[in-house]
């Protein structure tokens, strides 16, 4: 069975490390918040001039002027701060965040991601994805493995470009990759009843299956 929204999103909360500063896309990624694990300390960073974002706030306890990037309400901690997004973003280009967690369109078996844009439909802008690929340390993409029967993980991406060769790990509601500029895609985990034979079907790209998965 393919994992849940919640499912990848724990899986990609395995990805953090104590001490973090973390930016989370809209989407999958911002459940990604409820599975820090107990005792850890990660530091939320959001685009539009926020660093150490709180929870969602329950109903009736929203602050209309505490949003994150995806205009989703948050709230504050003791610890938050607050500056300008020009700021936010020469944290982003200075390589000064470790981990981004990104929603995808499509992603290559060499790490190029496309999640901006779709050719004919209107969008408002390409957002902060472009500078969050190229200026943090490791990005992991979370996505649907298939849109209506259309394959996202693939060879070369079909739609335009975020960035090339950007991304490190993704998690789909099939299988985890890992990706490597040089040695390309090699598939590292299985979701729960999800065979090999499966994910051959459908994916487009080319990959290599870790020892351990051999014959599952």
Same mark, same amino acid.
């Given at each position: 069975?393919?994992?849940?929204?919640?499912?990848?999103?724990?899986?990609?909360?395995?990805?953090?490390?104590?001490?973090?500063?973390?930016?989370?896309?809209?989407?999958?990624?911002? *459940?990604?918040?409820?599975?820090?694990?107990?005792?850890?300390?990660?530091?939320?960073?959001?685009?539009?001039?926020? *660093?150490?974002?709180?929870?969602?706030?329950?109903?009736?306890?929203?602050?209309?002027?505490?949003?994150?990037?995806?205009? /989703?309400? !948050?709230?504050?901690?003791?610890? @938050?701060?607050?500056?300008?997004?020009?700021?936010?973003?020469? +944290? !982003?280009?200075?390589?000064? !965040?470790?981990?981004?967690? *990104?929603?995808? +369109?499509?992603?290559?078996?060499?790490?190029?991601?496309?999640?901006?844009?779709?050719?004919?439909? +209107?969008?408002?802008?390409?957002?902060?994805?472009?500078?969050?690929?190229?200026?943090?340390?490791?990005?992991?993409?979370?996505?649907?493995?298939?849109?209506?029967?259309?394959?996202?993980?693939?060879?070369?991406?079909?739609?335009?470009?975020?960035?090339?060769?950007?991304?490190?790990?993704?998690?789909?509601?099939?299988?985890?990759?890992?990706?490597?500029? /040089?040695?390309?895609? @090699?598939?590292?985990? *299985?979701?729960?009843?999800?065979?090999?034979?499966?994910?051959?079907?459908?994916?487009?790209?080319?990959?290599?299956?870790?020892?351990?998965?051999?014959?599952?």
């Amino acid at each position: 069975m393919a994992w849940t929204r919640d499912d990848m999103a724990r899986r990609a909360a395995k990805e953090l490390r104590d001490g973090y500063y973390v930016n989370l896309g809209i989407g999958i990624p911002t *459940l990604v918040s409820n599975f820090i694990p107990p005792g850890m300390t990660v530091q939320l960073q959001s685009e539009n001039g926020m *660093l150490g974002m709180g929870p969602f706030p329950y109903e009736g306890e929203e602050d209309a002027d505490l949003i994150n990037a995806g205009k /989703q309400t !948050i709230s504050e901690l003791p610890t @938050t701060s607050y500056f300008s997004s020009a700021d936010s973003f020469a +944290m !982003i280009r200075g390589g000064h !965040i470790n981990l981004s967690i *990104l929603g995808g +369109m499509q992603v290559s078996e060499t790490g190029d991601l496309a999640n901006w844009t779709v050719p004919g439909k +209107m969008v408002k802008g390409m957002g902060g994805a472009m500078d969050l690929v190229a200026g943090v340390k490791r990005v992991v993409v979370v996505m649907e493995h298939n849109a209506k029967d259309e394959k996202k993980v693939m060879r070369e991406c079909s739609l335009p470009l975020t960035g090339k060769g950007v991304v490190s790990l993704l998690i789909t509601d099939l299988a985890v990759f890992e990706i490597d500029r /040089q040695h390309g895609m @090699t598939l590292i985990e *299985l979701a729960t009843g999800v065979t090999l034979a499966e994910i051959a079907e459908k994916t487009d790209a080319r990959y290599k299956i870790a020892p351990g998965l051999a014959g599952r």
